[in-house]
């Protein structure tokens, strides 16, 4: 798995972190104060990156989470076959599937021989934007 760990206080909005086996972006973060007995709470609410579903999480400062390791690559799209892209690796000249976006104007600019920003999430795929 191509993930790291972290110490749930260092991240920010706009972080990445791991809920529920899922990789999510932090869309809100608040800190409850420290109390008689222990560490400040932290409430996480973020977005999952593959399902779009939203995520919260409440645990201590210093408990340490699950941040996945995003790989940023660049490839071609070869051919678009319903709902999903053959794309090729601009550095391995890989050829491989991902699924349509979900975004519809990130969805309108896709054509055979765009050259596309993809992130590899926990093995994973994901077309994030047309260059």
């Known amino acids: 798995m191509s993930i790291t760990y972290a110490e749930l ?4 909005e ?3 972190i791991v809920i529920d086996g899922e990789p999510c972006k932090i869309v809100e973060m608040s800190r409850a104060k420290t109390g008689k007995h222990g560490s400040a709470k932290v409430h996480i609410v973020a977005i999952g990156m593959f399902t779009g579903s939203r995520k ?3 645990a201590p400062s210093d408990q340490r989470v699950e941040v996945p390791i ?3 690559r660049t490839a071609q799209v070869l051919a678009i076959t319903g709902n999903t892209l053959q ?3 601009l550095e391995s000249y ?3 599937e991902v699924d349509m976006p979900e975004d519809k104007s990130l969805a309108s600019k896709l054509v055979p021989g765009s050259e596309v920003e993809y ?4 093995g994973r795929r ?3 934007r047309v260059k």
């Open 14 to 16: 706009g972080s990445y």
């Open 70 to 72: 995003i790989e940023k």
């Open 87 to 89: 794309l090729m690796d």
């Open 119 to 122: 992130w590899v999430i926990m």
């Open 9 to 12: 206080g260092e991240l920010r």
């Open 94 to 96: 890989e050829t491989f």
């Open 126 to 128: 994901k077309i994030i």
């Open 56 to 58: 919260t999480l409440v």
